[in-house]
T-cell receptor, first 114, second 115 residues
Framework: GNSVTQMEGPVTLSEEAFLTINCTYT??????LFWYVQYPGEGLQLLLK?????DKGSNKGFEATYRKETTSFHLEKGSVQVSDSAVYFC?????????????FGKGTLLTVNP | NAGVTQTPKFQVLKTGQSMTLQCAQD?????MSWYRQDPGMGLRLIHY???????DQGEVPNGYNVSRSTTEDFPLRLLSAAPSQTSVYFC??????????????FGDGTRLSIL
């Protein structure tokens, strides 16, 4: 079945540091890939997505590139802010018969200190 | 815009009690789903629905029932609560299923404790 593995947290950075959160996946066919963000006490919000190989999703300074050859979708940001402190989830939706299910990674807690 | 509304926000139950978690969306979305979020486990799909009158099981359906009598509402029922069902529950919706590149719209969650 489909699975998503993302780097264990928590991750603690200073403001303006570079961020990478690794995400790799296992899926058949051509899944769509997503990053969701959860701020404290809230539900998940879509951060960015990519629907085919070599697509780059971007939003609010965050980027992730769909790499089919390495089955990866790593999240990056060049300069984090305190307001980026949240839990980040990598997720995929499968193609074909599994296309009604969204599979999530376990989440990575990011804390950014001033 | 209300989006996806979940009620209640918090609930404490005793083992064996029953309750219904409510979820409503006002975006005319066909697809709705329920997840539970546990520490170190991420989000796991409980049940989902692709339209009124149609439901199916996700990864962890045991102990939960759902129905979809209208497009707007997708309640989750715990018939006999167990401590293992202590969790944060999220409802989500989208115009079509996630496999059609549809990002999910999430509610703010219901924090449920079973004593």
């Amino acid at each position: 079945g489909n699975s998503v593995t993302q780097m264990e947290g928590p991750v603690t950075l200073s403001e303006e540091a570079f961020l990478t959160i690794n995400c790799t996946y296992t899926a058949t066919g051509y899944p769509s890939l997503f990053w969701y963000v959860q701020y404290p006490g809230e539900g998940l919000q879509l951060l960015l997505k990519a629907t085919k190989a070599d697509d780059k999703g971007s939003n609010k300074g965050f980027e992730a590139t769909y790499r089919k050859e390495t089955t990866s979708f790593h999240l990056e940001k060049g300069s984090v802010q305190v307001s980026d402190s949240a839990v980040y989830f990598c997720a995929l939706s499968g193609s074909g018969g599994s296309n009604y299910k969204l599979t999530f990674g376990k989440g990575t807690l990011l804390t950014v200190n001033p | 815009n209300a989006g996806v509304t979940q009620t209640p926000k918090f609930q404490v139950l005793k083992t064996g009690q029953s309750m219904t978690l409510q979820c409503a969306q006002d975006m005319n979305h066909e697809y709705m789903s329920w997840y539970r979020q546990d520490p170190g486990m991420g989000l796991r799909l409980i049940h989902y629905s692709v339209g009124a009158g149609i439901t199916d099981q996700g990864e962890v359906p045991n102990g939960y029932n759902v129905s979809r009598s209208t497009t707007e509402d997708f309640p989750l029922r715990l018939l006999s609560a167990a401590p293992s069902q202590t969790s944060v529950y999220f409802c989500a919706s989208s115009p079509k299923g996630p496999g059609q590149n549809q990002p999910q719209h999430f509610g703010d969650g219901t924090r449920l404790s079973i004593l």
